[in-house]
Nanobody, 123 residues
Framework: EVQLVESGGGLVQAGGSLRLSCAAS????????IGWFRQAPGKEREGVSC????????YYADSVKGRFTISSDNAKNTVYLQMNSLKPEDTAVYYC????????????????WGQGTQVTVSS
């Protein structure tokens, strides 16, 4: 059974940092892409970042470029999202998702989803 479990969320002040983890089980990363998405209250879910396990290709939403870094530890089947210089507008539930194939920021192509982890940034 494929499972994705996010962790690392919490409450942080603006300007602070958090590192989210996405631990996968039931499959190996080889050939998969992992994406991070977020949904703020009253808003649609949006892509934040994604990474391809094949070649390490990464993508970022414009709103997080220069502040967030995605990385993958294939030996641990875990993807991380390092979030620095956090802003109140980063407050959302963050989800990781997996798909077989190349990385894409389009959520409709992802087949497996985690339950999400709450990130709250206070001003």
């Amino acid at each position: 059974e494929v499972q994705l479990v996010e962790s690392g969320g919490g409450l942080v002040q603006a300007g602070g940092s958090l590192r989210l983890s996405c631990a996968a089980s039931g499959f190996t990363f080889d050939g998969y892409a992992i994406g991070w998405f977020r949904q703020a209250p009253g808003k649609e879910r949006e892509g934040v970042s994604c990474i391809s396990s094949r070649d390490g290709t990464t993508y970022y939403a414009d709103s997080v470029k220069g502040r967030f870094t995605i990385s993958s530890d294939n030996a641990k089947n875990t993807v991380y999202l390092q979030m620095n210089s956090l802003k109140p507008e980063d407050t959302a539930v963050y989800y990781c998702a997996a798909r077989l194939g190349v990385a894409t920021m389009a959520e409709k192509y992802y087949d497996y989803w985690g339950q999400g982890t709450q990130v709250t940034v206070s001003s």
